[in-house]
């Protein structure tokens, strides 16, 4: 856990964080599906946008990220974009502020909009991958931003292997779930987390729109047209809050510096170390 880093810190240990990113963390929220997928159910309140942006809006990112991370890590935007990746688009950092800005007053209202005054009843999943941890608290916390904007929250601890069962076979409506994913290119990316035919793992895609978008990306090999279409899937999963992005983590470990005098790596984990043979003795 990266919020009790300060107590090893404080003994005489050094942390020692990857180059790049290595973890993204946020949140799915289920039964997200367009209307040409069997499984769609136009009474799930989560396919409506204005909810979507409600809880988007409910969440207190900054103080989210200095409690249960330790405040590690930089935001993020868009799930599964990066600036040091294809497809970037700096302009969602200048909007993200006035699109997803924490203002309960305001998820309130755009519930009113999308026809719950009075909210409505969801489950928020307390699960864990490895390289996250923290996936739990973060489980544990989203009830308390929900529950202030009239939305009433079940939770339910469940292996994640029982929720991938779900959410692969289409099935978690009504369901909010904590994620983990790597810094990778984006097309593995968008292939588990985005797509909702044979391909897609988590199938939250609200518009068909995303599928035939990435089908273009996959089969195009040129390199400005593969830019393109990429921002063009990043943008309509801003303004669309296809998911609850919270922040991206670094890698990290924490070391004696008596023992390891230097260990750098570039990123890219979620569960066991690698480049191993960087580490450097201390003199």
């Known amino acids: 856990y990266r919020a009790l880093q300060k107590d090893s810190v ?13 973890i993204q963390f946020g949140f799915i ?9 069997p499984t769609y159910d136009p009474n799930t309140p989560l396919v409506n946008v204005k909810v979507r942006e409600a809880i988007n809006r409910s969440i207190n990112r900054t103080e989210l990220v200095n409690t249960i991370l330790g405040g590690e890590g930089s ?11 294809e497809g970037w688009n700096s302009d969602w950092e200048k909007r993200f502020q006035d699109k997803y800005a924490y203002d309960p007053a305001r998820a309130r209202a755009l519930l ?7 909210g409505f009843k969801t489950t928020v999943v307390v699960t864990s991958l490895p390289g996250a941890p923290e996936m739990i608290d973060g489980a544990q916390a989203l009830p308390l931003y929900l529950n202030k904007i ?7 601890e469940m292996e994640f292997s029982k929720l991938r069962e779900l959410y692969r076979a289409a099935k978690t409506h009504d369901l909010i779930y904590p994620i983990r994913g790597s810094y990778r290119p984006l097309e593995p ?9 044979k391909e897609g793992f988590h199938q939250v895609v609200p518009d068909n729109l995303l599928n035939v978008k990435y089908q273009q990306f996959v089969n195009s090999v040129n390199g400005a047209e593969r830019e393109r279409i ?3 899937i990043g943008e309509f999963k801003f303004i ?39 580490v450097k003795p201390a003199q």
Not at 11 to 19: E, H, I, L
Request: glycine share 12%; no cysteine; proline share 9%.
């Open 29 to 37: 929220m289920g039964g997200v599906y367009h209307p040409g997928m």
């Open 240 to 278: 669309n809050y296809t998911e609850i992005p919270i922040a991206w983590l670094p890698g990290q470990i924490v070391v004696n510096p008596k023992v390891v005098g230097e260990y750098i790596f570039p990123g890219n984990i979620n569960g066991p170390l690698s480049h191993l043979e960087y």
């Open 75 to 85: 935001p993020q935007v868009v799930w599964g974009y990066h600036s040091t990746l």
């Open 150 to 156: 009239g939305i009433e929250v079940k939770t339910v």
């Open 189 to 197: 990316t968008l292939r588990f987390y985005n797509i909702s035919g």
């Open 230 to 232: 990429l921002k063009e």
């Open 10 to 22: 404080a003994k005489g240990s050094k942390v020692v964080n990857t180059q790049l990113p290595s």
């Open 112 to 118: 009113k909009e999308a026809g719950y005054p009075d």
